[in-house]
């Protein structure tokens, strides 16, 4: 019983509706975080210094202890917490222009 509905799920299914790419986009979910956001996210990260965005990275968006994300890079915790603070004013003074954020 259990295999008809994996088989049935499995197939592709007709649709009687003309523009099945329409309906399909508008049956996906709104306002959840996904690819605009991200490439908004990338190009606002993207002038970034490497080792700053990667402090930043590390511990603002995985959430790794300042110590773990330290040991993570081989450096100094002092480092790490001086390139995500850099970093952090950077990403204020870009978004603070208005226009400065790069498109990828």
């Given at each position: 019983?259990?295999?008809?509905?994996?088989r049935?799920?499995?197939r592709?299914r007709?649709?009687?509706v003309?523009?099945?790419?329409?309906?399909?986009?508008?049956?996906?979910?709104?306002?959840?975080?996904?690819f605009?956001?991200?490439v908004?996210?990338?190009?606002?990260l993207?002038?970034l210094p490497d080792?700053?965005?990667e402090?930043?990275?590390?511990?603002?968006?995985?959430?790794l202890p300042?110590?773990?994300a330290?040991?993570?890079?081989?450096?100094?915790?002092?480092?790490?917490?001086?390139?995500v603070?850099?970093a952090?004013a950077?990403?204020?003074d870009l978004?603070?222009?208005?226009?400065?954020?790069?498109?990828?």
């Amino acid at each position: 019983m259990i295999d008809s509905y994996r088989r049935a799920a499995a197939r592709p299914r007709l649709s009687d509706v003309q523009d099945w790419q329409l309906a399909v986009e508008r049956a996906q979910p709104r306002g959840l975080p996904g690819f605009d956001d991200a490439v908004a996210l990338l190009g606002l990260l993207a002038p970034l210094p490497d080792e700053r965005r990667e402090a930043f990275l590390l511990t603002q968006l995985l959430g790794l202890p300042y110590a773990e994300a330290a040991e993570h890079i081989n450096c100094p915790v002092g480092a790490i917490r001086s390139r995500v603070a850099r970093a952090r004013a950077t990403l204020v003074d870009l978004l603070a222009e208005g226009g400065a954020v790069p498109t990828l």
